[in-house]
């Protein structure tokens, strides 16, 4: 069984960064695409940002230009990037691998952005 495991979340200050990593418990074959959702109380998921297999990204419109979504292959580690962030961006986020045959999610990580 695959663990995803994130890491990176925190409280920070509107306008400040953070970075989320999420690393997968062993290699992971066949990938499809890793992105990362989130959560915000009383909210659905929904997509942040995710990677395919060839490479090219997707943004949700609420963070294009602040988000950036990258992977390393080597260690089945997918990373975001998160820049100039804003209150509305508090959520808990999770890190998401699709597979052809499983579909993998880690346990979340909180990111609070408030002065």
């Known amino acids: 069984q695959v663990q995803l495991v994130e890491s990176g979340g925190g409280l920070v200050q509107p306008g400040g960064s953070l970075r989320l990593s999420c690393a997968a418990s062993?290699?992971?074959?066949?990938?499809?695409?890793m992105g990362w959702y989130r959560q915000a109380p009383g909210k659905s998921r929904e997509l942040v940002a995710v990677?395919?297999?060839?490479?090219?990204?997707n943004y949700a419109e609420s963070v294009k230009g602040r988000f950036t979504i990258s992977r390393d292959n080597a260690q089945n580690t997918v990373f975001l990037q998160m820049n100039s962030l804003k209150p509305e961006d508090t959520a808990v986020y999770y890190c998401n691998v699709l597979t052809v045959k499983y579909d993998y999610w880690g346990q979340g990580t909180q990111v609070t952005v408030s002065s």
């Open positions: 990677i395919i297999s060839g490479g090219s990204t």
């Open positions: 062993r290699i992971i074959y066949s990938i499809s695409r």
